[in-house]
């Protein structure tokens, strides 16, 4: 880009940037909340276990997923170098298990990763 329009986008995002202003809170009204707010995060507590047990789990098989899209040049070396030796079948399998099913399979388990942090159980 040419440096006028950067020097131009860099001023005008620095015009509208609004500072934020920090508000403070007297130290009585905190230790009067302080208990109440220990006995809410006692309450929460088993909510918030739950969820980053299912979060690390959906992380997980997003991971799982992402390395399963290295079957696809493995299919294609396969293919290209071991037909001669009667690989060609399975090279095919795992074109179409990298190429097609693990960059679906990634999709779905990103779109349903909120529901993973829910704790909920589900199976794909």
Sequence with gaps: MNNSIMAVLAV???MFAMPYRAKAIDPITMAILA?????????AKPYVIRSLVG?????????KSAL???????????I???????KGRKGLK???????IAPAKLVVNVLLLPVYMTGAKINI
């Design 68 to 78: 399963e899209i290295l079957y696809l040049p493995l299919g294609i070396g396969e």
């Design 35 to 43: 208990p109440v707010a220990l006995k809410v995060a006692e309450a």
């Design 12 to 14: 005008s995002c620095m």
């Design 55 to 63: 979060t690390g789990k959906g992380v997980l098989k997003i991971g």
């Design 94 to 100: 795992h074109i179409i298990r990298g190429g097609v």
């Design 80 to 86: 290209t170098i071991g037909l001669p030796f009667n």
